[in-house]
């Protein structure tokens, strides 16, 4: 399984910046027991970039990714996302930001249990107040996409771990975001399906064109990506092209 | 979000646990059911009760000795009965009534293998007009008989079935006490009233009872009625000044008689019935505030069981509000539905007990009304704070929640 080379030429310096965070830092506990999860971390990220966040166990990748993903909120410092400073926002700005332009997947799926696929899929246009019949149409849309559009009525007891994330894919793409956050979405895989999830994010960001984060701790996933950051302590301590970073 | 597709998932969500949500709603049914029932049996109580005053007989004044204070247990004591002169003094001197008099007393009956113990009533012949019991086959007493206090007497139903065996009672002697008694006729049936069977009765001359039975001459109670709707309360003041002057009380001191009418008896039970209901409706009300709690336990195991569901909806953007009423709209389903199920059980209690006890079945919509609204009332109380709770929780410790 090779790296898989997606136009990188495409994305020019002067494509917008959809994530740019300043000093960010994220402190759990105080005194002795202080944990810096995040420990003043800087970056931008541009539209239809393809970034993996990389970095040994506990060095704040999760944290990082929720923080961006409007899921957390930092102890400290600046995040605008496409230019609007997210630390201004109530709560339910902030889910209204996720519910519009933002799409989650993560490693143990999280799809709903005893629910189908296509109800899991449907539960984000539910929220955006959707009819059921456009919403059956866009979800199996989305189904059909990942591969998924005759399992519709399964239920993510009924289907393997592959078609789960494939499910939950299908779900965070169902709303047309122009961002793809995913924490680990190929850790709970075995590597053939990994390379399969990996090729429908890379083929869905052929087609779309959208911005991905997404952490690993996989030297061989964080190739697909076209830009790799690499974390120590909760800090960002590399930043380049999957060959410059990756030894 | 659509208030339908709100619904929807609640509905789901109550559907994917049924044993749970039975359970869950059980407090709830019990409690409606129970308030409806109780409500309604004892509004059926105060119609019944209302309804046999009425067959006793309207504008019916009880002359009694002694004083009586009102309302259930009331202290009574004891005072001389009446003369029959006095009877007499209220026939001639109060207008537009009927008058008996009444001495009760009860005897040892045996007719043929059979004996029992049975109320007699010395009386005369205007007691079947001011009771409202008529002779049903047979005859009155002649005046001859009532002069004389003769060996005769009228008898109710229920000797006839439970005594006589199916022989012919009119001319058959019958033991009264130490009398050998020849009847004469048979009332018309009454049926039970207040617990007491009407038909297990004797009817005799007044002065048969005195002389025969219990050797004195004076009478136990006098019976009046009012031929005209609305006088008793004339009647009764009539009443009073003329026994007053009559039994000449201690001067200054309390009667020593007292007048009901049925209108007082019927009130007297209405309002022990009516104290009866509230007391009943009180702890059933009770039981369905438990109901309340069960479910607002049974919310908040859930919304912790649920953690990771309330994260994963928070993360794909659902606002604290959309899952407030998510888990709001949830209890109120389920106390709603516990509330209609409660409704329904209530009323076929209601139904099968007046059935038994053959009491009116009495379906009043303002109770429903108000059963059905404190279901739902309590859905949204008891709910609220689960639900709040739920909406509170920070996505991504909710999403970590295992
Ligand atoms: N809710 C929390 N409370 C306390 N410490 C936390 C919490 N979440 C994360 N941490 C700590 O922050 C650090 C970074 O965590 P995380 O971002 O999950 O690491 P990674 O995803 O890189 O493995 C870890 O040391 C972790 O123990
Ligand atoms: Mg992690």
Aim: hydrophobic fraction near 45%; glycine fraction near 10%.
């Amino acid at each position: 399984m090779g790296p898989v080379n997606v136009g990188v030429s495409e994305i020019s310096q002067s494509s917008p910046c959809v994530v740019e965070a300043r000093d960010i830092y994220k402190i759990y506990g105080s005194g002795a027991t202080e944990v810096r999860a995040l420990d003043g971390v800087s970056l931008n990220i541009r539209a239809g970039e393809f970034v993996a966040i990389m970095g040994p166990s506990g060095s704040g990748k999760s944290t990082c990714m929720n923080i961006l993903g409007c899921l957390d909120v930092p102890s400290s410092g600046e995040y605008r996302f496409r230019g609007v400073e997210v630390g201004g926002l109530n709560r339910d700005e902030l889910a209204l930001l996720r519910r519009n332009f933002m799409g989650f997947v993560f490693q143990s799926f999280n799809l709903l249990p005893r629910t189908s696929a296509l109800s899991n899929v449907e539960l984000p246009l539910i929220y955006e107040g959707v009819r059921p019949a456009q919403r059956h149409e866009l979800a199996m849309q989305a189904l059909t996409t990942v591969g998924l559009a005759d399992r519709a009525h399964a239920t993510s007891a009924q289907l393997s771990g592959g078609q789960q994330q494939r499910v939950a894919i299908a779900r965070a793409l169902v709303t047309e975001p122009p961002l793809l956050l995913a924490d680990e979405p190929t850790g709970n895989l075995d590597t053939a399906m990994a390379g399969e999830i990996m090729k429908e994010l890379v083929s869905i960001r052929e087609q779309r064109g959208i911005t991905i984060l997404m952490v690993t701790h996989e030297p061989d996933i964080a190739r697909y990506a076209d830009r790799v950051l690499f974390f120590t302590d909760g800090k960002l301590v590399r930043d380049g092209t999957p060959s410059e970073v990756i030894p | 979000m659509r208030a339908l597709d709100t619904l929807g998932m609640s509905v789901q969500a109550i559907a994917r646990n049924k044993l749970r949500s039975f359970l869950t709603t059980l407090g709830i049914i019990i409690g409606v059911a129970s308030v409806v029932a109780m409500v309604h049996l004892g509004q059926s109580a105060t119609r019944s009760v209302t309804e046999q005053i009425a067959s006793i007989g309207s504008n019916l004044l009880f002359v009694m000795p002694g004083t009586a204070q009102r309302g259930p247990g009331g202290l009574r004591t004891s005072a001389e009965n009446f003369e029959l002169g006095d009877v007499e003094a209220i026939r001639n001197e109060v207008a537009g009534i009927l008058v008996a008099p009444a001495l009760t007393t009860s005897a040892t009956v045996v007719i043929g293998n059979a004996n029992d113990t049975i109320p007699v009533i010395g009386t005369t012949n205007d007691y079947f007009a001011v009771r409202n019991h008529y002779l049903d086959y047979g005859r009155e007493f002649e005046d001859s008989e009532q002069s004389a206090g003769a060996a005769v007497c009228i008898i109710g139903k229920t000797l006839i079935e439970e005594m006589f065996l199916g022989q012919e009672p009119l001319g058959a002697n019958i033991r009264v006490g130490r009398t050998a008694c020849r009847v004469i006729g048979v009332l018309v049936e009454k049926g039970e009233s207040m617990g007491q069977d009407r038909d297990k009765i004797i009817l005799m001359p007044v002065k048969a009872v005195q002389r025969r039975l219990v050797g004195e001459l004076d009478v136990s109670a006098i019976y009046v009625s009012a031929l005209v709707d609305g006088t008793t309360g004339l009647v009764q003041a009539q009443i009073e000044s003329l026994l007053r002057q009559r039994r000449n009380p201690a001067a200054g001191g309390a009667d020593d008689f007292y007048v009901r009418d049925t209108q007082d008896i019927a009130q007297t039970l209405e309002s022990t019935t009516n104290t009866l209901t509230v007391l009943l409706g009180a702890i059933a009300a009770v039981s369905l505030l438990v109901g309340g709690i069960g479910i607002m336990n049974i919310m908040l195991v859930s919304v912790t069981e649920r953690t990771r569901e309330i994260g994963i909806r928070l993360a794909i953007g659902a606002r604290a509000r959309d899952v407030l009423t998510q888990f709001l709209v949830e209890s109120i389903a389920l106390s709603t539905l516990g509330g209609i199920i409660g409704l329904i059980v209530g009323v076929g209690g209601t139904w099968l007990v007046t059935w038994q006890l053959d009491m009116p079945f009495v379906v009043s919509p303002a109770v429903m009304a108000v059963g059905f609204t404190f279901s739902v009332a309590i859905g949204v109380i008891f709910g609220y704070f689960p639900a709040r709770k739920a909406a509170m929780l920070n996505p991504i410790d909710a999403l970590r929640h295992e």
